[in-house]
Structures are given as C-alpha cells and as structure tokens.
C-alpha cells in the first residue's frame, strides 16, 4: 500500500547521488513514506539521521533521473 520514494532505487544512494538497486526487506517507514536500501549495512547508515538523508535525496533526485 505504500509506493517507494525515489523509483524504488536506494534511498541512501540517492542522497548520496548514487542510483542503486535495494533488497526488499532493508526499508523504513516515515511519516507513510516507503524508504528502501540498498542492504543491512546501507540501512544502519541510514538509521543514523534518515531526516537529513531524505532532504538530500528530495534536493538530488530529479538531477539524478536527468543523467
């Protein structure tokens, strides 16, 4: 029921300006927004300041799309 922020491509790697494919089961949930990694360690990283991940990602991933 929740469709994937960023094309389904790793929300790290988008911050990170990086399109990369994720594990299914390495996701978070925020504020109703489906959030996939890349895999576990990606997904520690993330843990660590996920708000501040996703202001990157919203501010890189159009760029990303356009390369």
């Given at each position: 029921?929740?469709?994937?922020?960023?094309?389904?491509?790793?929300?790290?790697?988008v911050a990170q300006?990086?399109?990369?494919?994720?594990?299914?089961?390495?996701?978070?949930?925020?504020?109703?927004?489906?959030?996939?990694?890349?895999?576990?360690?990606?997904?520690?990283?993330?843990?660590?300041?996920?708000?501040?991940?996703?202001?990157?990602?919203?501010?890189?991933?159009?760029?990303?799309?356009?390369?």
């Amino acid at each position: 029921s929740y469709a994937p922020q960023y094309g389904g491509y790793c929300a790290y790697g988008v911050a990170q300006d990086n399109l990369v494919k994720i594990e299914p089961d390495k996701f978070s949930v925020i504020d109703g927004k489906l959030y996939l990694n890349y895999d576990a360690e990606v997904q520690r990283l993330w843990s660590k300041d996920p708000a501040g991940f996703i202001r990157q990602a919203d501010a890189k991933f159009q760029s990303l799309l356009k390369q």
